[in-house]
């Protein structure tokens, strides 16, 4: 079970540093566009994200 954990922070932790070592102007264009967003429509955007990782997971089970 913590093997699986470990996994899956390991792999987030690769995925955003590729992104600040890969991309780091375009994340700040990002940062700057979420801030321009309303709290509610960021909200619904966190939301999505946890629907599809939840569905994700489940398929990978």
């Not at 264009?29 to 569905?55: E, F, H, V, Y």
């Amino acid at each position: 079970m913590i093997d699986k954990i470990l996994f899956g922070l390991a792999a987030v932790m690769i995925a955003e540093g590729l992104v600040y070592l890969l991309a780091p102007h375009a994340l700040e264009t990002l940062l700057k566009a979420l801030k321009n967003l309303s709290i509610p429509a960021r909200r619904q955007m966190g939301a999505l994200l946890c629907l599809l990782g939840c569905i994700f997971l489940v398929l990978s089970l």
